[in-house]
């Protein structure tokens, strides 16, 4: 269970990510104050859980030259973001922040004096967390092969040939089929849980639709998972959810607006995605679709395939 970026506060979805794990658990969950969402910082309770399994809280990490590859320069306009072959970290602050699930601001609070100057070899102070490997992305099953057209570019379609197809395997061999796996998306806690048969495996925070351009309500399917997608920026297609002429394929990378992973639902131009902006997650709205953290998208894309089921409510 995840309770969105780091940033030395509690929060609401510290209070919701406990929540999910003690009902993993078969426990009661601890019900948050009221003053949680307008005061924050108030700490939950922590009462039987095995925290010595997670100490240290925070290590030191030795930045390699890897961390740095994926970091430039990059133009704030789309149409000159359109122009490049990939959209990198715009500092290596930025890309280490993202390795650890945490904002850059909490990266400063832990390195006085450090971040604005991080090169290959320095020693600086990280959460201990299961860093997010940009590079690993690649490789990530199940996935698509990187998609020749824009990743929201697609038609509405029916249920995926191959996520049929995946499904009927279990069948075929004569073994036992696991569970069903369903990913169900609270909109009024901006939370999306993924469930194994009856089972609460994870669940990530996220952010949905506005009032303008609502998340669509209803039962879809997943019908295709592109890692590193291209995105087709159409202001007018974002704005009012009318396709436009007018338009920029921006390039993959860690600071395209979907992210580095777009997880397609039998539903035009929908589709659960990662995002450039994690400190935004469940406080901003998206344009219909659900966004989040790069590191909690990659890990949904290991837990589903194309055909299962996704309920937005």
Same mark, same amino acid.
């Given at each position: 269970m995840h309770p969105g970026n780091l940033n030395g506060h509690y929060g609401d979805f510290t209070w919701k990510a406990l929540a999910l794990y003690r009902i993993s658990r078969g426990e009661q969950p601890q019900q948050p104050p009221p003053q949680v969402k307008s005061k924050g910082n108030i700490a939950p309770d922590i009462n039987g859980l095995d925290l010595a399994s997670v100490d240290p809280v925070f290590i030191t990490y030795t930045v390699t030259d890897a961390d740095l590859q994926s970091v430039g320069?990059? !133009?704030? %306009?789309?149409? =000159?973001?359109?122009?490049?072959?990939?959209? !990198?970290?715009?500092?290596a602050a930025e890309a280490i922040a993202e390795k650890f699930h945490s904002e850059? /601001?909490?990266?400063?609070?832990? +390195?006085? %004096?450090?971040?604005?100057?991080i090169k290959a070899g320095d020693q600086i102070m990280v959460p201990n967390v299961d860093p997010f490997e940009l590079a690993s992305v690649k490789d990530i099953k199940p996935g698509s092969d990187i998609a020749p057209q824009a990743a929201n570019d697609i038609e509405d379609q029916p249920d995926s040939q191959k996520g049929n197809e995946d499904a009927s395997k279990g069948a075929n061999? $004569?073994?036992? =089929?696991?569970?069903?796996?369903?990913?169900?998306?609270?909109?009024?806690?901006?939370?999306?849980?993924? /469930?194994? $048969?009856?089972?609460?495996? =994870? =669940?990530? !925070? &996220?952010?949905? $639709?506005?009032a303008h351009t609502a998340s669509p309500i209803g039962e879809?399917? &997943?019908?295709?998972?592109t890692k590193m997608p291209t995105f087709r920026y159409d202001k007018e297609m974002l704005q009012h959810g009318k396709r436009s002429g007018n338009f920029h394929l921006l390039p993959p990378g860690p600071n395209n607006p979907? *992210? &580095?992973?777009?997880?397609?639902? +039998?539903?035009? %131009?929908? %589709?659960? /995605? $990662?995002?450039?902006?994690?400190?935004?997650? *469940?406080?901003?709205?998206? /344009?219909?679709?659900?966004?989040?953290? +790069?590191?909690?998208?990659v890990r949904l894309a290991t837990k589903i395939r194309p055909g299962e089921t996704v309920s937005i409510r």
């Open positions: 320069p990059s !133009p704030s %306009g789309v149409a =000159a973001q359109a122009k490049l072959k990939f959209l !990198p970290y715009h500092d850059v /601001h909490l990266l400063e609070q832990l +390195n006085p %004096g450090k971040t604005k100057t061999t $004569g073994q036992s =089929a696991a569970p069903p796996i369903a990913v169900k998306i609270d909109t009024k806690t901006n939370m999306l849980e993924v /469930h194994e $048969g009856d089972k609460l495996i =994870a =669940a990530y !925070p &996220v952010t949905i $639709g506005s879809w399917k &997943v019908s295709r998972i979907v *992210g &580095v992973m777009w997880i397609a639902l +039998n539903k035009k %131009g929908i %589709g659960i /995605h $990662g995002t450039n902006s994690p400190d935004s997650i *469940g406080r901003a709205a998206s /344009h219909g679709c659900i966004r989040l953290a +790069n590191w909690d998208v």
